[in-house]
Structure formats: C-alpha cells, structure tokens
C-alpha cells in the first residue's frame, strides 16, 4: 500500500487521569513515535522498547495537559528528543494557563519543541506524518496522517467530537476541521485522543455531529459537498 505508512502494530497506552490516548507507532530502521505523550512516560518508554523499539520523536495534536504531561519524563529519558506541536498552542500550553495548580505544575518549555505547520510531512525512521490543521477544541489542533492512519486528536472520536467551550475553543472552526476529516477515504482508520479507534467512512455515516453535518452540506451546496466517496488519488491534505 504506502511504504510511508507505519510499520508494524501501533500501540495505545492509556494514560492519566483523563484515559487519554497515547499512540506508540513503529515506524522502521528501529524506530518508534508516540502521538500524545499525556502521562506516565515511564508506562510509554518501557512499552516502546518491550517493542524491540527506539523512540525517537513525539506528535502532539495539541496542547491541552492531559496530552503533554509526560514531555518532562520522556526528555529526561531522552534529552534530544524532538517534540512536534503547533505554535498556535505552544505559546500557551507552557504557562499557568494549563496547569491546574497545586495537582499539576506548569511545565518548562522544552528546548526541543519544534513548530508544526499545516501541510508539514515529518519523518520519523520510514514513516512519513502528515500534518493536517484542525482547529476547533483548540487554536492549534493537527492531525497526522501516515499511510491509512489518522491521530485525529481530540477533533473527531468514534460517535463524538471534541469540546469546544475550552479556552481557545471554535465551534465554527471545528466545523470547518470536522469536514476536512471527512474528504479522507473512508476506509482511514482513525486513532482518537480518547476512547476507541473507528474510521472515517464510520463517521460520516453515523457520528451525531459530524453526519448531521455533511447532510446539512449536501442540501445547501450539492455540487460542492464533501461525500465521504473521494478516492486516495484525490486525497487533499
Ligand atoms: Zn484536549
């Protein structure tokens, strides 16, 4: 299929608080990333390397705490790791405005942060992730695509979307992320921050925001609604 894709089983741990996802993802030449390091660095180090794997770089979909939390434990493992965010939630995921004092502290920036830009491809080992921005639960919200996998964050979950009350939220850029999503292939198996993985085509057919909002498109604009049908070759990223 893609030989940019992952390689091999992509492993979720379930960490923290808040059972957030995080992605351990082979990625060849020994290699692994994980997607949404939230906590519990010392669970996602020892499951990387009862992979037989290296890990090498991590991906955040965005910034929210419940996403970051193990950063101080995986650099302290591994101080040159590069950590992959948008800038848009950078500038504020490092502050007060993120932590929840006395619990949890405000974390250091990291000297390793590297911006992620809509439309970025970032190699880690073989595998290629494409950045694709989604703003809506936060300013900085990315999804990465590699091959026929999407981490789609906290935007889209099987039968449910992210909050957009939070600080920074946009319901109406959400929408706009929503339906970016939902011009993939369908059959993209899609890895949420939470919960369970499902695929695009699923969504489309039945998630109660996201469903309700192609047939509201496809009424208003026939000729230009997205319809969940488009092929890899017309894949827009
Ligand atoms: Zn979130």
Known sequence: MNDT????????????A??????????GSGLAA?????????????????????????????????HIAAIPGLLAANPAMPLHMAAADAEWCFSMQNALPPYTPVLDVPKTLLPVADGDEIRVGDAVFHAIAL??????????????????GDTLFAASIGRTDF??????AMERSLLRLARLPP???????????????????????????????????ESESPNCQTSVGQLEL
Not at 135 to 152: I, K
């Open 187 to 221: 059959e993209t198996l899609v890895l949420p921050g939470h919960g369970g993985p499902t695929t695009i085509g699923r969504e489309c057919r039945s998630n109660p925001w996201l469903a309700p909002l192609l047939r509201a498109g496809e009424s208003a604009k």
């Open 167 to 172: 600080h920074g939220g946009d319901p109406a």
């Open 18 to 27: 808040y059972g957030e996802n995080a992605w351990i993802a082979p990625c």
């Open 5 to 16: 894709g992952t390689k091999g089983k992509i492993t979720r741990i379930v960490v923290g």
């Open 34 to 66: 994980v997607v949404d390091p939230g906590d519990e660095a010392q669970r996602i180090l020892d499951a990387t390397e009862k992979m037989g794997l290296r890990l090498a770089a991590a991906l955040f979909t965005h910034g929210h705490l419940d």
């Open 135 to 152: 703003p809506g639960h936060s300013p900085g919200g990315m999804g990465y695509l590699v091959g026929e996998v999407l981490f789609s």
